[in-house]
């Protein structure tokens, strides 16, 4: 979606300084990323697998 995008904004929990991440981690490339902002408030969920019984 990045890529077909006219203008792509990335909201992030913690900014890093450059090259402090692995590459192969990252899933949109800094080049198609025109606008960044950090968010305040991150809820953090935890997802649950749940299964019926059969």
């Given amino acids: 979606m990045a890529g ?3 203008i ?3 909201e992030v ?4 300084p450059a090259g402090s991440l692995d590459p192969n981690e990252i ?3 800094g080049i198609m990323v025109n606008r960044i902002f950090q ?3 991150f ?3 935890i997802e649950q697998r749940t ?3 059969r």
């Fill in 8 to 10: 792509t904004i990335a």
């Fill in 43 to 45: 809820e953090k969920r």
């Fill in 13 to 16: 929990e913690e900014l890093l």
């Fill in 51 to 53: 299964v019926r019984k």
């Fill in 39 to 41: 968010g305040e408030k």
């Fill in 27 to 29: 899933h949109i490339p």
């Fill in 4 to 6: 077909a995008a006219k």
